[in-house]
Nanobody, 126 residues
Framework: QEQLIESGGGLVQAGGSLRLSCAASGRTFSTYAVGWFRQAPGKEREFVATISWTGSSAFVTHSVKDRFSISRDNAKNTAYLQMNSLKPEDTAVYFC???????????????????WGQGTQVTVST
């Protein structure tokens, strides 16, 4: 069973950057696909990005693909979400999620994932 802990959130001005980290406690993290989701106040949790267990395959949702990127370091049991050129509309709680990677392609739905972190707040000011 994986425990996921997000970090790296905070308050940043528009145009700034943040790198979120998702640290996993289990020994099998390297076999798990990882996803990032976000939830703004009053809105549904939405998919942001996903990466395969090897890190060789990744997908970022269209609305942020020119500004965000996802990566992982299995030696450190950690996945990352690099966010550049942040906008006020990026303000949300960001969650990482993980699931055993069965090679079924990009996992973009909440129900695809078995494990979730508690989230980290990202606030982008004007």
């Amino acid at each position: 069973q994986e425990q996921l802990i997000e970090s790296g959130g905070g308050l940043v001005q528009a145009g700034g950057s943040l790198r979120l980290s998702c640290a996993a406690s289990g020994r099998t993290f390297s076999t798990y696909a990882v996803g990032w989701f976000r939830q703004a106040p009053g809105k549904e949790r939405e998919f942001v990005a996903t990466i395969s267990w090897t890190g060789s395959s990744a997908f970022v949702t269209h609305s942020v693909k020119d500004r965000f990127s996802i990566s992982r370091d299995n030696a450190k049991n950690t996945a990352y979400l690099q966010m550049n050129s942040l906008k006020p509309e990026d303000t949300a709680v960001y969650f990482c999620a993980a699931v055993k990677d069965n090679g079924l392609g990009y996992l973009t739905l909440r129900e695809d994932y078995a494990y979730w972190g508690q989230g980290t707040q990202v606030t982008v000011s004007t």
